[in-house]
């Protein structure tokens, strides 16, 4: 290697926080247990090694069967989100906290949905008994289309993927300057709502005008060479199951 040139590791068994060199920013393996764990109170689950996205999938199932979970929620790591206005509530607004938490109770039974979509998957329901029954996440498939293989597989067996709205949610790739925004934010109609939401929006608006759109992460890590390798394998076995009519060309 020549002077200044920084080795890059596609591949990492210990968790950032027991490594003897701290893992960079740029490494796919690198995590802030301090900040998570210590200043924002995030329960942190350890893997044996590095998972792709639809590995991690699975293991949310083996999880959610390990506590006997009925249903779960999940999100993406790139988004920000807000309340909205609620016109039938007596304080103007619930949160999308309590928003999701009723849409889960107020379902309807018997149960003919799979996953419940707040604003696409950015934030998901799932239901661990009828996603099961149309089969695990396929690990051929390990990151984008990945998606649409379970989705689609949803629909085809029979179960619906209905979107609700709970909140507002944005897809993001740069990082709000002032996380205090997050909790000095108003009521939904104040000024200091309507400023945040037009910055979050803009923020939204700039990820896909740079047509990065869902992945950008991808383009921005350095040495990953081997995980877009593996997103193009997947999409050419996704495009076999299409072919051979085992799922439909439809994501959701």
């Known amino acids: 290697m020549q002077a200044g040139q920084q080795k890059i590791s596609t591949s990492c068994l210990t968790p950032s926080f027991l490594q003897l060199t701290p893992l960079t920013l740029q490494n796919l393996s690198h995590l802030d247990y301090h900040r998570l764990k210590t200043i924002y109170n995030v329960n942190i689950i350890h893997t044996p090694t590095y998972l792709s996205f639809s590995q991690l999938q699975n293991?949310?199932?083996?999880?959610?069967?390990?506590?006997?979970?009925?249903?779960?929620?999940?999100?993406?790591?790139?988004?920000?989100?807000?309340?909205?206005?609620?016109?039938?509530?007596?304080?103007?607004?619930?949160?999308?906290?309590?928003?999701?938490v009723t849409d889960l109770c107020k379902a309807p039974l018997p149960q003919d949905w799979g996953i419940r979509f707040y604003s696409y998957d950015h934030l998901a329901l799932v239901s661990v008994a009828e996603f099961d029954s149309a089969g695990g996440w396929d690990t051929s498939i390990p990151y984008c289309p990945s998606d649409c293989d379970r989705y689609s597989c949803l629909a085809m067996t029979g179960y619906r993927n209905p979107a609700v709205e709970t909140g507002k949610i944005f897809d993001v790739v740069t990082t709000l300057a002032d996380l205090l925004q997050l909790y000095q934010v108003g009521k939904p109609g104040t000024s200091s709502y309507t400023s945040l939401y037009n910055t979050l929006s803009k923020m939204s608006m700039e990820k896909n005008r740079k047509g990065g759109q869902r992945n950008t992460w991808q383009r921005w890590e350095k040495g990953q060479e081997s995980v877009m390798e593996m997103i193009a394998l997947g999409r050419r076995t996704y495009q076999k199951k299409m072919e051979d009519g085992r799922v439909s060309s439809r994501c959701a």
């Open 59 to 100: 293991l949310y199932f083996h999880e959610a069967r390990q506590r006997n979970w009925t249903h779960f929620f999940w999100s993406h790591q790139d988004v920000l989100a807000l309340s909205s206005y609620d016109a039938t509530s007596q304080i103007g607004y619930n949160s999308l906290y309590n928003n999701s």
